[in-house]
Nanobody, 124 residues
Framework: QVQLAESGGGSVQAGGSLRLSCAAS????????MGWFRQAPGKEREFVAA????????YTTDSVKGRFTISRDNAKNTVYLQMNSLKPEDTAVYYC?????????????????WGLGTQVTVSS
């Protein structure tokens, strides 16, 4: 049974930084791509960033490009999202997701497993 557990969310002021972590278990972590999505109140879940199984390929959505960085440590079965220069519009619940293959991918339908999410709140 695949489990994904996010941590690292919290409340920060605009311009601040947070680092999200997602610990994975239940399958061979290094064989699968991973992703981060977010959902703000009243909005649909949207893609943020993705990384391939090996870590050599990454995608980030345009709104966070240059501010957010996705990375992974296959020895620790963990994927990270470093978020810098945070803005109030980044406020959302952030979800870690496990891709169905090696990835990376930006479509929700490509992901088979989801964490419960961690809240990120950015105040102005």
């Amino acid at each position: 049974q695949v489990q994904l557990a996010e941590s690292g969310g919290g409340s920060v002021q605009a311009g601040g930084s947070l680092r999200l972590s997602c610990a994975a278990s239940g399958r061979t972590f290094s064989n699968y791509g991973m992703g981060w999505f977010r959902q703000a109140p009243g909005k649909e879940r949207e893609f943020v960033a993705a990384i391939s199984a090996s870590g050599s390929g990454t995608y980030t959505t345009d709104s966070v490009k240059g501010r957010f960085t996705i990375s992974r440590d296959n020895a620790k079965n963990t994927v990270y999202l470093q978020m810098n220069s945070l803005k109030p519009e980044d406020t959302a619940v952030y979800y870690c997701a496990g891709h169905r293959s090696r990835g990376p991918g930006y479509r929700l339908s490509e992901y088979s497993y989801w964490g419960l999410g961690t809240q990120v709140t950015v105040s102005s």
